[in-house]
């Protein structure tokens, strides 16, 4: 039986390594990738621009890694949204057990797309609960996990933590891993520098670098 992938969150203040660990991830990762990529820089893992769902669409038929860059101007939730829709779409086969041709989206600036606040129905908040069984798996990216949904926060089974910011994004980080090893996960999380990072994954956290 198939394994369908999981999600992963990348977590950590300014310039602390988040996209570095982003592209270490999906260059080691085969397969079809789509960057939500608002500010246009992820050029060299994923060299088809789409500012279009056509574009987007044509770049991976092509068998082309497809940064998606949207409009800044225009509501970046919304235009989540849309693209998620289309990429559950493309990838209506693997969920019919046709394919195994997995998917990989990236969302970067996530407290801009996927913000903390109640929503209604939502393309994207299905993929963060059922993507897997799409075959997609997200990897969110933001400063402050505060200001991201907890509809992707609730549901990734790796999380890096890089640098944080203020004591609030230590508490929320904190919050989310198991009681167990809170104090040493608060410990360690302090202890980092920039480019370190402390991944956590099944109750578990081990330390690393980019
Ligand atoms: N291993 C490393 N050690 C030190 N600096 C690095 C390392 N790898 C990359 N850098 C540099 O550190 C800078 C910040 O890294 P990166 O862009 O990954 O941070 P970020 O967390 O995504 O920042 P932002 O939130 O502003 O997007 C980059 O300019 C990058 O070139
Ligand atoms: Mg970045």
């Known amino acids: 039986m198939r394994t369908d992938p999981d999600h992963i969150g990348i ?31 992820y050029g060299a893992e994923a060299p088809h621009r789409a500012g279009t769902l056509a574009e ?35 990838q209506a086969p693997y969920k019919a057990g046709q394919s195994d041709a997995r998917l990989t989206f990236v969302v970067e600036e996530m407290a801009d797309s996927f913000p903390n606040v109640r929503r209604n129905k939502s393309a994207f908040g299905a993929l963060c609960r059922a993507g897997r069984h799409w075959g997609i798996a997200l990897i969110g990216i933001s400063q402050r996990m505060a200001d991201v949904s907890t509809s992707f926060r609730n549901c990734t089974a790796e999380d890096y933590f890089f640098p944080l910011r203020t004591a609030t994004d230590y508490d929320t980080a904190a919050a989310g891993v198991v009681k167990a ?15 370190e990072f402390i991944a956590y994954k099944a109750g578990e956290m081990k330390k690393g670098k980019n």
């Open 11 to 41: 977590w950590g203040r300014t310039k602390s390594g988040k996209s570095t660990r982003a592209r270490a991830i999906i260059r080691a990762r085969p397969g079809r990738l789509v960057v939500f990529d608002l500010l246009d820089e």
């Open 56 to 90: 987007m669409v044509r770049g991976l038929a092509a068998g082309r890694r497809v940064r998606f860059v949207p409009d800044a101007m225009g509501d970046t939730a919304a235009q989540l949204d849309a693209v998620a829709e289309v990429l559950t779409r493309v």
């Open 181 to 195: 090893i809170q104090p040493a996960f608060r410990e360690a999380l302090l202890s980092l520098r920039p480019h």
